[in-house]
C-alpha cells in the first residue's frame, strides 16, 4: 500500500516552454501532497505544500507564479514549470502522508520523481 | 535558523560490519525523526520513524536511536550488504507536518 506515482519520469523540453508534472496517490486519499526539488548530491529541499482544494502554500523563495500547483482531486496534485529555463532543471519529486493513525503517523510516502531538463 | 548535519558525506565500510550513520540538528524541537534511503535518480523510500519520547527503534537489521538531549540521532544497519548501498536521508518533522531533510550520506558497502 501507499504508492505514489509521477509522471512523466523524464522530460525535455525548450527554454521558455511550460512542463506538467503529474503527481497521484495511487491507493490511499491525500488531503495534502508536498512538492520537493533536489539538484545533484544535494537533499531534498521543499517547494511548496499542496492542499486539495485550496491554494498552495509556497516555501520562502519559491515563485508561485513560475511553480503552479493544483491540487483538484484527493488523489492528484499537478506541477507545472511555467516559461521554464536552464536553471530549473532539475529531479523534482512529490510525496503524500497516508491518513495518520493514533498519535500520529507521518512517514512520508514518494513518487519515482522526475527528471526534468530544460534547453 | 533550523540546522541538521549529517556526519559525513559519503562513509565505507565492509560487508558484514555495522554501519553507523549520525544526525545532528540544532535550533530545533521535532516531535519525530525519520530515515529514509534514496537510490540514484530515485524518490526516497520511507525507512524508520521514532518520536521525541522514544529512546530506540528496530526493524530487521535496523536501529535508529534518538536522544533529545544531544539532539542527535543514530541509525545502525548490521550485517550490512553490498545491497545496502544507497543515500541514507534523516528527516525532522513536527505535527504540522512540516518536514525538513538533512544532506544525507552516501553510505557504500563494499564485498
Known amino acids: 500500500g501507499a504508492v505514489v506515482s509521477q509522471h512523466p519520469s523524464r522530460v525535455i523540453c525548450k527554454s521558455g516552454t511550460s512542463v506538467k508534472i503529474e503527481c497521484r496517490s495511487l491507493d490511499f486519499q491525500a488531503t495534502t501532497m508536498f512538492w520537493y526539488r533536489q539538484f545533484p548530491k544535494q537533499s531534498l529541499m521543499l517547494m511548496a505544500t499542496s492542499n486539495e482544494g485550496s491554494k498552495a502554500t509556497y516555501e520562502q523563495g519559491v515563485e508561485k507564479d513560475k511553480f503552479l500547483i493544483n491540487h483538484a482531486s484527493l488523489t492528484l496534485s499537478t506541477l507545472t514549470v511555467t516559461s521554464a529555463h536552464p536553471e530549473d532543471s532539475s529531479f523534482y519529486i512529490c510525496s503524500a502522508s497516508p491518513p495518520g493513525t493514533s498519535g500520529g503517523s507521518y512517514e512520508q510516502y514518494f513518487g519515482p520523481g522526475t527528471r526534468l531538463t530544460v534547453t | 535558523s533550523q540546522k541538521i548535519e549529517q556526519n559525513s558525506e559519503a562513509l565505507n565500510i565492509q560487508e558484514g560490519k555495522t554501519a553507523t550513520l549520525t544526525c545532528n540538528y540544532t535550533n530545533y524541537s521535532p516531535a519525530y525523526l525519520q530515515w529514509y534511503r534514496q537510490d540514484p535518480g530515485r524518490g526516497p523510500v520511507f525507512l524508520l520513524l521514532?518520536?521525541?519520547?522514544?529512546k530506540e527503534k528496530r526493524k530487521e537489521r535496523l536501529k535508529v536511536t534518538f536522544d533529545t538531549t544531544l539532539k542527535q540521532s543514530l541509525f545502525h544497519i548490521t550485517a550490512s550488504q553490498p545491497a545496502d548501498s544507497a543515500t541514507y536521508l534523516c528527516?525532522?518533522?513536527?505535527?504540522?507536518?512540516?518536514?525538513?531533510f538533512g544532506p544525507g550520506t552516501r553510505l557504500s558497502v563494499l564485498p
Open positions: 521514532i518520536r521525541e519520547n522514544e
Open positions: 528527516a525532522l518533522g513536527d505535527y504540522g507536518q512540516n518536514f525538513v
